[in-house]
């Protein structure tokens, strides 16, 4: 079974950045695109940020611009990075990943909050 543990999340101004990092552990093998979700009260769970194979990269309108997602397959991790973080950005953020042949995300970190103030 895939682990997922996320770190990093905190409490920043509006304008700060912040550095998310999920580390991966247990049986790896299968696991395809890596993602990062948020989740705000209120609000459906969004798909911010993805990583698939040969550096393939995708970006939610909100985000763009702002936010890069990494990864080191070697060290099975992978980053976040928020950078100019606006208030809405505020939520419970995690790792996801999924399968090559699976048709959704089948691992999921347990969350980090990260709260973005004005």
């Known amino acids: 079974q895939v682990q997922l543990v996320e770190s990093g999340g905190g409490l920043v101004q509006a304008g700060e950045s912040l550095r998310l990092s999920c580390v991966g552990s247990?049986?790896?093998?299968?696991?395809?695109?890596l993602g990062w979700h948020r989740q705000a009260p209120g609000k459906q769970r969004e798909l911010v940020a993805s990583?698939?194979?040969?550096?393939?990269?995708n970006y939610a309108d909100s985000v763009k611009g702002r936010f890069t997602i990494s990864r080191d397959d070697n060290k099975n991790t992978v980053w976040l990075q928020m950078n100019s973080l606006k208030p809405e950005d505020t939520g419970v953020y995690y790792c996801?990943?999924?399968?090559?042949?699976?048709?959704?995300?089948?691992?999921w970190g347990q969350g980090t909050q990260v709260t973005v103030s004005s």
């Open positions: 247990g049986i790896v093998f299968g696991i395809n695109s």
């Open positions: 990583s698939g194979k040969g550096d393939t990269t």
């Open positions: 996801s990943a999924r399968l090559a042949g699976g048709a959704g995300w089948a691992y």
